[in-house]
């Protein structure tokens, strides 16, 4: 089993920043990629950014140029730098991680993901 852990939510003001940070632990020796999903409460789960062992990218049209994905393979570890944050960003984050194949993964589907966080806050307001 894989536990992910997030980190680095909270309170930021409209056009700040703000960096998460998930460290996957147990058996995640099989893990091909890393991401984060947000959900608004009453909302579905939105993907924003996923990011494979190999350093591929992907990132929801809603976040692009503002939000950034890194991996640190080594530590098992998924960082999401997040920038010019609007209130429509506010949500709870959640990290993600899958061990399947780059090229089938359907990057913005939630069933493709086998772990998930238990989800850290991002509220942005002034």
């Known amino acids: 089993q894989v536990q992910l852990v997030e980190s680095g939510g909270g309170l930021v003001q409209p056009g700040g920043s703000l960096r998460l940070s998930c460290a996957a632990s147990?058996?995640?020796?099989?893990?091909?990629?890393m991401g984060w999903y947000r959900q608004v409460p009453g909302q579905q789960r939105e993907w924003v950014a996923t990011?494979?062992?190999?350093?591929?990218?992907g990132y929801a049209d809603s976040v692009k140029g503002r939000f950034r994905i890194s991996r640190d393979n080594a530590k098992n570890t998924v960082t999401l730098q997040m920038n010019s944050l609007k209130s429509e960003d506010a949500a709870v984050y959640y990290c993600?991680?899958?061990?399947?194949?780059?090229?089938?993964?359907?990057?913005?589907?939630?069933?493709?993901?086998?772990?998930w966080g238990q989800g850290t806050q991002v509220t942005v307001s002034s």
């Open positions: 147990g058996d995640s020796a099989g893990i091909t990629a």
């Open positions: 990011m494979s062992n190999g350093g591929n990218t």
């Open positions: 993600t991680a899958t061990n399947r194949a780059w090229k089938l993964l359907r990057l913005w589907a939630p069933n493709e993901y086998d772990y």
